[in-house]
Each structure stands twice: as C-alpha cells, then as structure tokens.
C-alpha cells in the first residue's frame, strides 16, 4: 500500500497511478508476461536490496538494462531513454501501490537541480 502524510500528518492512501495516460500507453506496448517478470524483478529488489525498508527508483536499474527485466521498457517506449526512465518511475509506483506493507516517498535530490527518482519508505501506522 502506498500512502502520503500530509502536512498534519494525517495519512492518505493512495488507490491510483501516477500519469495513469501515460503508463496506459506504454502499457499497450509491454507485453503482460514481460510486465509481470518487471514486477517480479521489483519486488526481489526491494526484498533484498532493499530490506523491505527503504527503496529509490532511479538506483534500481543502473545504467545498462541489456540482459535485465527492463529491457522490454525501453522497447516499449521506442527505444527512449528518457521515457523508459519516466516509464520504470510508474511501474515501480505501481509495484509500491500493490505491496502489503505501507509506503510513502519523497524526493530527495543530493545538490540543487539534480532529478533523481521517488524515494520510498516502509512504514509502520500502528
């Protein structure tokens, strides 16, 4: 489950995808047998990589996607770089969306200008 805090820190759950016109578009060029091995790859990401406690986006593909998951991304938005990239930032919302563990975000670039993917952390609302 995906939620933000607002500013009161109240929680609200988040039941949609981010620019869900684009994630459909490309979704008509990613086969779902290659999405689902995507989500696969995610999910064993944040099991390890992750700890199932803190993941950001734009560290999980490193920069040579041949060989990998999310190759069929770049392909599916012709071959753009920028667009896989924006395209991997949605499908990994998606993925966060439908863990069983809560989870917000953030952006957290590391100097002024830098754009760096969602940031995502595990928490606990008991």
Same mark, same amino acid.
């Not at 990401?45 to 920069?63: C, F, M, N, Y």
């Not at 190759?71 to 998606?94: K, S, T």
């Given at each position: 489950?995906?939620?933000?805090?607002?500013?009161?820190?109240?929680?609200?759950?988040?039941?949609?995808?981010?620019?869900?016109?684009?994630?459909?578009?490309?979704?008509?060029?990613?086969?779902?047998?290659?999405?689902?091995?995507?989500?696969?790859?995610?999910?064993?990401?944040?099991?390890?990589?992750?700890?199932?406690?803190?993941?950001?986006?734009?560290?999980?593909?490193?920069?040579?996607?041949?060989?990998?998951?999310?190759? +069929?991304?770049?392909?599916?938005? *012709?071959?753009?770089?920028?667009?896989?990239?924006?395209?991997? $930032? =949605?499908?990994?919302? /998606? &993925?966060?969306?439908?863990? +069983?563990?809560?989870?917000?975000? *953030?952006?957290?670039?590391?100097?002024?200008?830098?754009?760096? $993917? =969602?940031?995502?952390? /595990? &928490?606990?609302?008991?």
């Amino acid at each position: 489950m995906l939620v933000t805090i607002k500013n009161d820190g109240s929680i609200e759950p988040i039941t949609t995808q981010a620019r869900e016109d684009h994630f459909r578009q490309w979704m008509r060029h990613l086969p779902s047998v290659q999405f689902d091995r995507i989500c696969v790859a995610l999910n064993e990401h944040v099991e390890q990589q992750g700890k199932r406690e803190i993941v950001t986006s734009s560290w999980i593909p490193g920069s040579d996607w041949n060989g990998t998951a999310y190759l +069929p991304i770049y392909q599916a938005v *012709g071959e753009d770089e920028d667009m896989a990239r924006f395209f991997f $930032g =949605l499908i990994v919302w /998606r &993925v966060m969306m439908d863990r +069983p563990e809560t989870w917000t975000f *953030g952006r957290y670039p590391r100097k002024e200008g830098d754009v760096i $993917g =969602l940031t995502y952390f /595990r &928490v606990d609302l008991n």
